[in-house]
C-alpha cells in the first residue's frame, strides 16, 4: 500500500514528465529556425528546376520559400516529433466565401546534422519512408 508521501512524490514525477514532454516540441521547433538552402527536390524520380538555388527561411511557425528569381511563398507548418517517423503540416486554405478551401499537406522529416530532409505526401497521405515515389523530397543544407 502506498503511503501519503509516496503517492505525492508519484503525482509530482507525472506532473514533472507531463511538463517536460509538453516542451518537446518547442525543442524540436528550434532545430529548424534559420535559414536553409535546397540541396535537391525530387518528385517521383523528376528533379524541380524551380527550385535550383532556392532557400528556406523557417520562423514563427512559418516556411518562407524564397525562389532564385526572388518569388517568395509562405507557409504555416506544424510539427510532431513523437510519432515514429517524425510528422510535419502544412495546412492550407480557410479563405472564406465561397471558396474555403482546407487543405493540409502531411509530411516526415528528419536532421542530420546540418541536413534537414522533408518528404511530403501527395493529398492527404502521409509518407512511410524518405523517397520521392509519390511524393516530393527535399532536401535542405544549413545556409552558412
Not at 535559414?35 to 511557425?61: L, P, Q, Y
Not at 520559400?65 to 480557410?94: C, R, S, W
Amino acid at each position: 500500500m502506498m503511503s501519503l508521501r509516496d503517492l505525492f512524490a508519484f503525482g509530482l514525477l507525472c506532473v514533472i514528465a507531463m511538463c517536460l514532454r509538453a516542451d518537446e516540441p518547442t525543442d524540436e521547433m528550434a532545430k529548424f529556425q534559420g535559414t536553409w538552402d535546397i540541396a535537391s527536390a525530387t518528385h517521383d524520380g523528376k528533379v524541380s528546376a524551380e527550385m535550383k538555388g532556392a532557400r528556406v527561411t523557417f520562423a514563427k511557425g512559418k516556411m518562407t520559400v524564397t525562389l532564385a528569381n526572388g518569388t517568395e511563398q509562405e507557409l504555416p507548418f506544424k510539427i510532431d516529433p513523437t510519432q515514429k517517423m517524425k510528422a510535419i503540416d502544412f495546412p492550407l486554405g480557410g479563405g472564406g466565401g465561397w471558396l474555403n478551401i482546407s487543405v493540409t499537406m502531411n509530411g516526415i522529416y528528419r536532421f542530420e546534422g546540418d541536413t534537414l530532409t522533408l518528404c511530403i505526401g501527395s493529398g492527404d497521405t502521409r509518407p512511410v519512408d524518405f523517397n520521392d515515389t509519390g511524393a516530393t523530397l527535399v532536401v535542405l543544407k544549413r545556409a552558412k
